[in-house]
């Protein structure tokens, strides 16, 4: 039995967990509204968020999940990829927090650890995929599909040739002036939309790759034409260009999966990362799951977007392993 206390910094969410073992104590999360107005995140804005909600957001973690800082074993951390300066925030207090306690650094990978939120427990929930599984892991700037044979070894076997799946319906709510980020809201207009009204380009990409700048472009010239002819084209077709969009995006994401469940033989499909928590995704996911004889494993809302959580338990599995992290470790933007 041991508490681990995880931090995660990597854009514009700061969250602090607290995990006993693979149990979930306490998932506090701080979302930043600072970044609506600019229809998208400003690092310098996150990074100053971060330094205020750091503090308060680790000490409701600890008081939530009813433990003393003394009683924590080691501290988890989100090392990258991510905003540089966001990164550093958490870095630097993981760091400092580990140093006072005298106790080990263990430093996560936000990707692995976005896949890795399928072993969280709650009192509620259990439902880990077995190794290997395939998992696609789509988020605001990432698209990939993994292999993933144990807790330390992924293959990527495909990923995004130029933009992520959600910074398309990002960019696809800011054409139509929605607010940021646009996949919750777009998910939710599109519920009254029918999917089909509007064709959008969808691309040709050879094997298990993805694009989504021409699927973005060609939403973009729909509504560029739309609006010539119709002043309000946009507000009379809100809901069915909400659909639309997302319709194509959710078409060519589990276009590639099929394809790679095919090619690969594994019917463990797993989705995550913050697209994850799209409606469409998940019903889809489910209709080819039972079309397929996979079986399928959906994320709860919690555990989609950014949050400590899922750096609770990929730091988990490297408590057991002993992988410590040097006091040396630096922040990397890229992964
Ligand atoms: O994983 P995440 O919180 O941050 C990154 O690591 O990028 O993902 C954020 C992305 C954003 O693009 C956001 O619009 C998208 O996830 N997103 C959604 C939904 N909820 C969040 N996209 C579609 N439907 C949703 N319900
Ligand atoms: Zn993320």
Same mark, same amino acid.
């Given at each position: 039995?041991?508490?681990?206390?995880?931090?995660? #910094?990597?854009?514009?969410?700061?969250?602090?967990?607290?995990?006993?073992?693979?149990?979930?104590?306490?998932?506090?999360?701080?979302?930043?509204?600072?970044?609506?107005?600019?229809?998208?995140?400003? $690092?310098?804005?996150?990074?100053?968020?971060?330094?205020? %909600?750091?503090?308060?957001?680790?000490?409701?973690?600890?008081?939530?999940?009813?433990?003393?800082?003394?009683?924590?074993?080691?501290?988890?951390?989100?090392?990258?990829?991510?905003?540089?300066?966001?990164?550093?925030?958490?870095?630097?207090?993981?760091?400092?927090?580990?140093?006072?306690?005298?106790?080990?650094?263990?430093?996560?990978? +936000?990707?692995?650890? +976005?896949?890795?939120?399928?072993?969280?427990?709650? $009192?509620?929930? #259990?439902?880990? $995929?077995?190794?290997?599984?395939?998992?696609?892991?789509?988020?605001?700037?990432?698209?990939?599909?993994?292999?993933? %044979?144990?807790?330390?070894?992924?293959?990527?076997?495909?990923?995004?040739?130029?933009?992520?799946?959600?910074?398309?319906?990002?960019?696809?709510?800011?054409?139509?002036?929605?607010?940021?980020?646009?996949?919750?809201?777009?998910?939710?207009?599109?519920?009254?939309?029918?999917?089909?009204?509007?064709?959008?380009?969808?691309?040709?990409?050879?094997?298990? %790759?993805?694009?989504?700048?021409?699927?973005?472009? #060609?939403?973009?010239?729909?509504?560029?034409?739309?609006?010539?002819?119709?002043?309000?084209?946009?507000?009379?077709?809100?809901? +069915?260009?909400?659909?639309?969009?997302?319709?194509?995006?959710?078409?060519?994401?589990?276009?590639?999966?099929?394809?790679?469940?095919?090619?690969?033989?594994?019917?463990?499909?797993?989705?995550?990362?913050?697209?994850?928590?799209?409606?469409?995704?998940?019903?889809?996911?489910?209709?080819?799951?039972?079309? +397929?004889?996979?079986?399928?494993?959906?994320? $709860?809302?919690?555990?989609?977007?950014?949050?400590?959580?899922?750096?609770?338990?990929?730091?988990?599995?490297?408590?057991?392993?002993?992988?410590?992290?040097?006091?040396?470790?630096?922040?990397?933007?890229?992964?």
């Amino acid at each position: 039995m041991a508490y681990l206390l995880a931090i995660e #910094s990597s854009c514009d969410d700061t969250s602090a967990a607290v995990l006993n073992d693979d149990l979930l104590l306490s998932n506090m999360i701080a979302g930043q509204k600072v970044h609506e107005i600019y229809g998208g995140v400003v $690092p310098e804005l996150a990074s100053r968020a971060h330094l205020q %909600n750091i503090v308060p957001v680790v000490d409701t973690a600890l008081k939530t999940a009813g433990i003393d800082k003394r009683q924590l074993e080691a501290i988890a951390f989100t090392r990258g990829p991510g905003l540089l300066g966001s990164l550093l925030v958490g870095v630097s207090f993981a760091k400092a927090m580990a140093l006072s306690l005298d106790i080990p650094l263990v430093e996560v990978n +936000h990707l692995q650890a +976005h896949v890795l939120s399928h072993f969280l427990r709650t $009192p509620q929930y #259990s439902h880990a $995929p077995k190794f290997p599984f395939l998992c696609l892991l789509v988020s605001g700037g990432h698209t990939q599909i993994l292999q993933v %044979n144990a807790p330390d070894n992924f293959k990527v076997l495909g990923g995004t040739i130029d933009d992520a799946a959600g910074e398309c319906i990002d960019k696809a709510a800011k054409i139509m002036g929605l607010p940021y980020p646009g996949g919750p809201v777009i998910d939710k207009l599109a519920q009254a939309g029918d999917g089909q009204r509007f064709r959008i380009a969808k691309p040709r990409i050879p094997a298990l %790759n993805y694009s989504f700048s021409g699927l973005k472009t #060609s939403f973009l010239y729909l509504v560029r034409d739309g609006l010539k002819k119709d002043p309000d084209f946009i507000t009379r077709n809100l809901n +069915h260009l909400c659909a639309s969009v997302q319709q194509a995006v959710v078409d060519c994401l589990l276009e590639k999966l099929v394809a790679a469940c095919r090619q690969t033989g594994i019917h463990q499909v797993a989705i995550a990362g913050g697209v994850s928590a799209n409606s469409l995704l998940r019903g889809q996911l489910e209709r080819q799951a039972s079309l +397929h004889g996979w079986e399928a494993f959906i994320p $709860p809302f919690s555990f989609t977007t950014d949050n400590a959580a899922m750096v609770g338990i990929a730091g988990y599995f490297k408590l057991q392993q002993k992988a410590f992290c040097p006091m040396s470790a630096v922040p990397y933007a890229r992964s």
